[in-house]
């Protein structure tokens, strides 16, 4: 058994730690409330242009434009988006495993990678998967020109032709205990399935609208994936640090109970030694 002092230090050590882990805790939970309000706004937005976009397309039936020409399936490109940190759980793990069972399931075409965070972007790169582009040090708070550079890189690959489809990869946040990895049609860009009964008059013309709405729909769904994983990151960073706290504090339990033992049994060896040592005296 371990002596007291040793005890003692240990002790001390995972102290220090759970102190770190409920201020880590704090902060997250401090972080989140400001990511859910984003998460929150931005929904209304990103699903009001994909509904005007739907009319746009079902309106003029003949448009042609770079983001909804569809042709063979050579080559999928898939935005992935990680965190830049760690300490927070399974969400980079369960992205980085659902990516990879993707890819295991599309062997039969090309694939290429759009990396944006530090953590995805180091898994993939150290495994020689083919990583088209990759963006990191987006902080805790995304926004639109961040979201407008990713969006502007995937549509110049794809519009090249080195991509055929693009999906989006990230973790939708559901609530501060539930994340899901959630992967999302983005390229060529295609209208909803939902009908509208309601007829609307388009000024100035669909073809000159859909120039413009296009590229500012990618860029509103890169945008709100950004969010909800920023969301979904620090919901599973709260978690995390929560269950390292809790951890800390039954090891704490324990080691103080270890300690108690150990000055227990040097107090009896002690009171025997006395009580021998009286006894070889008589």
Do not use: W
């Not at 003949?62 to 569809?70: C, D, Y």
């Not at 998967?129 to 961040?146: E, K, R």
């Not at 489809?165 to 860009?189: A, C, H, N």
């Not at 709260?238 to 800390?248: F, H, I, K, L, Q």
């Amino acid at each position: 058994m371990a002596g007291v002092r040793d005890i003692r230090r240990r002790i001390r050590s995972v102290s220090n730690m759970q102190q770190i882990t409920r201020a880590m805790k704090t902060i997250a939970a401090a972080k989140l409330r400001k990511a859910q309000r984003n998460v929150i706004a931005s929904r209304p937005y990103t699903k009001q242009i994909q509904d005007v976009l739907s009319r746009l397309v079902k309106a003029e039936i003949g448009v042609e434009h770079p983001l909804l020409a569809k042709r063979p399936v050579q080559k999928v490109g898939y935005i992935v988006i990680t965190s830049d940190r760690g300490l927070c759980g399974g969400f980079n793990a369960n992205l980085i495993r659902l990516t990879q069972e993707i890819i295991e399931e599309k062997r039969d075409v090309e694939v290429g990678l759009v990396a944006v965070g530090r953590k995805g972007n180091e898994y993939f790169n150290k495994r020689q998967y083919p990583v088209l582009a990759q963006f990191t040090g987006l902080g805790d708070n995304p926004d639109y020109n961040q979201a407008s550079r990713i969006a502007e890189e995937t549509i110049k690959l794809y519009t090249a032709g080195e991509l055929d489809e693009v999906y989006l990869i990230y973790s939708k946040f559901i609530t501060v205990l539930m994340q899901e990895p959630t992967v999302v049609k983005v390229l060529p860009i295609e209208p909803s399935a939902e009908e509208s009964s309601e007829e609307y008059i388009f000024e100035p013309s669909p073809e000159q609208m859909l120039e413009r709405l296009l590229p500012s729909y990618l860029k509103s769904q890169i945008f709100s994936a950004l969010l909800e994983s920023k969301a979904s990151e620090l919901g599973a960073q709260m978690t995390a640090m929560d269950s390292a706290t809790e951890n800390a504090k039954e090891m704490i339990e324990k080691l103080t109970l270890a300690m108690n033992r150990a000055r227990q049994a040097a107090i009896t060896t002690e009171i025997s030694e006395i009580v021998g040592g009286a006894a070889a005296l008589e």
